[in-house]
């Protein structure tokens, strides 16, 4: 199941706010086991430039836990992805001209296990440009801060997000 939306509200002449909402779950069917049977291609990730910026690409959610050797389970850093994925977005966007477009944003996103959960909610907040080189391709840069203090000094923070691409 999920609701992907976005709306658009003129605010000026040459100014837009978007807000976002992404809002993704899969509801395990008969003895399915979330962890076990649901394969890790159709499990849902957030981060990067294109869902919660500010953090590196897919790094939000559960990780996966190994033995120490002693029988004590040990969060790494390597994602495992989840069955919720929330993700709500609000970007203002100001274009300078017609090339170039300046935007300042606050998103946030939260991957679980759980069914319809959301915790562990991720804000991040910060400003980038998008440059359209022609045909239709867009450039963009743009700098990110996690909101939550902690994920800046454990590897899941990326302050600088780029991303290059057309579309169809």
């Known amino acids: 199941m999920s609701y992907l939306n976005s709306i658009y509200f003129p605010i000026s002449r040459s100014g837009t706010l978007k807000l976002r909402g992404d809002f993704k779950y899969i ?5 399915t086991e979330e962890k076990k049977n649901v394969p890790y291609s ?7 430039e294109n869902t919660v910026r500010g953090y590196k690409p897919f790094l939000l959610g559960p990780v996966v836990e190994l033995s120490n050797g002693s029988g004590q389970l040990v969060p790494t850093q390597t994602p495992y992805g989840g069955l919720s994925s929330s993700l709500v977005s609000l970007e203002y966007n100001q274009e300078i001209f017609r090339m170039l477009d300046i935007f300042a944003f606050v998103d946030a996103g939260s991957v679980t296990f759980g069914e319809f959960d959301i915790t562990h909610i991720r ?18 840069v743009g700098w990110g801060i996690p ?15 780029f991303s290059m691409g057309g579309q169809f």
């Not at 159709?42 to 990067?48: D, H, I, K, M, N």
């Open 147 to 161: 909101l939550v203090k902690k994920d800046r000094h454990n590897g899941k923070w990326q302050k600088v997000f």
């Open 27 to 31: 509801i395990p069917f008969g003895r």
């Open 123 to 140: 804000p991040t907040t910060g400003i980038g440009a998008r440059l359209d080189i022609g045909n239709r391709t867009p450039i963009m």
């Open 42 to 48: 159709e499990r849902f990730f957030l981060g990067g």
